[in-house]
C-alpha cells in the first residue's frame, strides 16, 4: 500500500535510526526519492540526495519540501533522554518546535503522510512497569518523556481536527550496529558490545537488574515501514503505538555475550540514569499493534546477540 514515486524526506536522516531507515527505504523507493536530511553531510549514505536542514528553520524546511516535491515525511530529530536531561531548554525546543513545523506543513497539504516516533519515555512511576498496556498512566520524568508525551497528543489533535495523516511508535530501547547511539538510557545495550570486542570488559552505568523493553534496529526499521504502509483505515490510533520486542536487564545480556566471548565481564556503576531507567517499564503489551496492522517481533535475546557480535566483527574487520 504505497506510491514508488512518492519523494520521501528523512529528517535527522544521520543519527541511529536515520541511516538504517533510509538504506531500508532505498530498497523499497529509487534512492533519489528519498532525501536525507541533517544538519551536516552523511557520509554513509552516498547514493541519496542531501539538504543541510534545521528543523527549527520553518522557512527552509517548507522550501526543502516545495523544491523535491515531497510527500512523505519521517521526522527523526530529536533530543534523547540523557542528554535532553543536559540541555532541557533546548530538548524541549527541538522537540516540540521541530514537530508542529512538521504537523503544519501537513495541515496545509503540502505533505500527505508523517512519521514521528515516540518513546517508552512517555511512561512514568506510576504506569504498570510490567506488560504495560497501550492505554495507561503516564507522568513521564524526563524532558524527553514529557516531550514526547506533549507531542503524541498533538499529533492526535491534528489528525481529529484536520485529518493530517501522522503515524508513530512509541520505541523501545534500539540495538543496531551499523551506527553510534544517540544519547539515550538505553544506550548500554549498544555499548556493551563495542566494548566486549574491544576489551572483553564493560562499565554499565545501570545496574545488573535494570530490566528494560529494547528491540533489534531492524525490527524497528521494519516496523516503522510496516506502520506507514499500513491501509489509512487500519491506523486506530493516532497518538503512537505500543511497539514491544523482547525485555532484559544488564546482567542478562552480558551472561548471553559471556556464550560468544567467555572472558567477558561487566562491573556496575550508576549514574543519574538509573533513577530514568527506573521510571520506564520493565515490558511492554503492543496488543494494538499486532491486530491493527499486523505487528510481529522476530529477534529474540538469542539471535541479538549473535547478530550484533558477527556484524560489529565484520565491521571491525574491515
Known amino acids: ?16 535510526i536515520g541511516i538504517e531507515l533510509t538504506e531500508a527505504l532505498n530498497k523499497l523507493y529509487d534512492s533519489s526519492n528519498v532525501i536525507a536530511a541533517d544538519l551536516k553531510p552523511i557520509a554513509a549514505l552516498p547514493n541519496n540526495p542531501f539538504e543541510k536542514l534545521d528543523i527549527l528553520d520553518k522557512d527552509a524546511l517548507f522550501n526543502c519540501v516545495k523544491k523535491h516535491g515531497i510527500k512523505q515525511v519521517y521526522l527523526l530529530a530529536a533530543l534523547l533522554s540523557a542528554t535532553g536531561e543536559q540541555n532541557p531548554l533546548f530538548a524541549w525546543k527541538l522537540n516540540m518546535e521541530g514537530l508542529f513545523n512538521i504537523l503544519e506543513l501537513a495541515k496545509e497539504k503540502h505533505l500527505k503522510k508523517v512519521f514521528w516516533p515516540s518513546s517508552i519515555a512517555v511512561f512514568g512511576p506510576t504506569t504498570p512497569r510490567n506488560n504495560t498496556p497501550q492505554f495507561t498512566v503516564m507522568e513521564p520524568s524526563t524532558v524527553y518523556g514529557i516531550s514526547k508525551q506533549a507531542g503524541e497528543r498533538w499529533c492526535n489533535w491534528y489528525f481529529n481536527k484536520y485529518g493530517v495523516d501522522v503515524r508513530s511508535i512509541r520505541y ?44 533489534h534496529m531492524e525490527d ?10 499500513a491501509p489509512f483505515e487500519n491506523i486506530k490510533i493516532r497518538s503512537s503505538y505500543n ?72 565491521k571491525n574487520s574491515k
Open 1 to 16: 500500500m504505497y506510491n514508488k514515486e512518492d519523494k520521501i524526506l528523512i529528517i535527522g536522516a544521520g543519527g541511529q
Open 172 to 215: 523501545p530501547g534500539l540495538i543496531g550496529w551499523k551506527s553510534a547511539p544517540g544519547g539515550g538510557t538505553t544506550d548500554y545495550a549498544v555499548h556493551i558490545f563495542y566494548e566486549a570486542l574491544k576489551k572483553a570488559k564493560y562499565t554499565c552505568f545501570l545496574g545488573e537488574n535494570a530490566t528494560l523493553p529494547m528491540m
Open 220 to 229: 524497528a526499521i521494519r516496523a516503522t515501514i510496516e506502520l506507514m504502509h
Open 243 to 314: 511497539l514491544s520486542g523482547l525485555s532484559f536487564n544488564p546482567k542478562e545480556i552480558a551472561n548471553e555475550i559471556k556464550k560468544h566471548i567467555p572472558s567477558f565481564e561487566i562491573s556496575y556503576e550508576t549514574d543519574f540514569r538509573q533513577a530514568i531507567a527506573d521510571s520506564w517499564p520493565a515490558s511492554i503489551n503492543d496488543k494494538e499493534a499486532h491486530e491493527h496492522w499486523a505487528w510481529k517481533a522476530h529477534y529474540n535475546l538469542e539471535t541479538l546477540v549473535q547478530n550484533m557480535l558477527t556484524n560489529l566483527n565484520k
